[in-house]
């Protein structure tokens, strides 16, 4: 028997809106609402008038059209097999991509492609490909084989192909905040999928004389709860989880975040990870990479310094971490799956 889902964090998207723009009575926070980027997109600005959002929208569906695997004569699906100039903002998202790749030592890879496509998780009848078939679209996967030097992009295996699908929306939203920001606006959230980006304030919250914009984080066993809220400000929550898309075979739940060790979607003990961090692109791919890592390794990435982020774990028995730099800002829902969720670290604080 076969179970599909594809989720792509409606939820979280509602639940963070409603936290976002749940007192906004005055309507001084002009708000588009649109779909993109496989996803729905929820882009609200203090003071922005209808065509600067008009003008976002389009930006954000060009975005796609420049990024997205699945548009024939995109920059990605016209990556060369030996060497060609493309996009400069292409190009800059490539070495960014490479950079998080080899910083995390592949748990984040944007050269998946082929197991992306064998998997076919998105599409209307995904089913568990046999070991040989893994195998070879393995064999065609690895960001070591590829090279950007200068704005050249180089492969070395003309089968390699690039899926900027962990990246693309994180760097979307960073894009639009920036946008807003330089038009002089000083308070926004932006909600692609499982990123919201935000900065300044929401009217809600200033009303309260709290700064920052207060977000809510999906409970993955049960998306119409949350596990808890933040207030941020200038920064990206970025959400990745098994229960976002996935399909089930005799029993098995097998979801679209994949291992590049195994070929497999990514069994590592965790069911969602958010990553907060100031850069939208960063924390879109640490999401993933922390998913793949699971919790032990993740933390002792956190402990390395080698970027600056906090983030909320949560694993198959329903316990919730988080890093220490988040901890006292974190506001937990005990009540989340009838009192099933367990948050150790701020139950032993609370002894």
């Known amino acids: 028997m076969r179970i599909m889902q594809n989720k792509i964090a409606v939820t979280f998207i509602l639940l963070s809106m409603l936290s976002l723009y749940s007192c906004t009575k005055k309507e001084s926070y002009n708000r588009i609402d649109f779909f993109a980027m496989n996803t729905y997109v929820s ?14 929208r389009q930006e954000v569906l ?43 030592s592949g748990a984040f890879d944007f050269t998946l492609g082929t197991i992306i496509d064998l998997w076919d998780i998105n599409g209307p009848s995904p089913s568990v490909p046999s070991e040989d078939d893994i195998k ?20 070395e295996d003309p089968e390699l192909s690039v899926n900027l699908g962990a990246i693309a929306k994180g760097y979307a ?29 929401s009217e809600n919250n200033k009303n309260q004389g709290i700064y920052g914009w207060t977000v809510a984080i999906n409970d993955p066993f049960d998306t ?16 990745s989880g098994s229960y976002e898309r996935y399909f089930e075979e005799n029993g098995v739940r097998y979801h679209h975040i994949f291992d590049i060790s195994t070929g497999y979607p990514a069994s590592s ?36 310094g080698e970027y600056e982020f906090e983030a909320v774990f949560c694993n198959e028995e329903g316990e919730v971490y988080l890093t220490e730099g988040i901890l006292s800002d974190f506001t937990p829902n005990y009540d989340a799956g009838d009192g099933s969720l367990r948050f150790p670290q701020i139950e ?3 002894q």
């Open 43 to 56: 882009v609200s600005a203090d003071g922005a008038d209808d065509e600067l959002l008009k003008e976002i």
């Open 62 to 104: 060009e975005t796609e059209k420049q990024l997205s695997a699945e548009y024939e004569g995109s920059d990605i699906s016209l990556l060369p097999d030996s060497t060609s100039k493309t996009y400069k903002s292409t190009i800059e998202l490539l070495k960014r991509a490479y950079e998080i790749s080899d910083s995390t």
């Open 136 to 155: 070879e679209a393995l064999s065609h996967c690895g960001y070591k084989k590829v090279k950007i030097e200068n704005d050249f992009f180089v492969k």
């Open 173 to 201: 939203g960073q894009q639009i905040i920036d946008r807003i920001r330089n038009s002089g606006i000083k308070n926004a959230a932006v909600s692609i999928g499982g990123n919201v980006t935000v900065c300044g304030s």
């Open 224 to 239: 119409s709860d949350i596990l808890g809220t933040l207030v941020i400000s200038d920064k990206t929550v970025s959400v």
């Open 269 to 304: 003990g965790l069911v969602s990870v958010a990553v907060i961090a100031d850069d939208g692109t960063l924390a879109d791919a640490l999401s993933t990479a922390l998913f793949v890592m699971g919790y032990e390794k993740a933390i002792e990435f956190y402990n390395s």
């Open 348 to 350: 032993k604080e609370l």
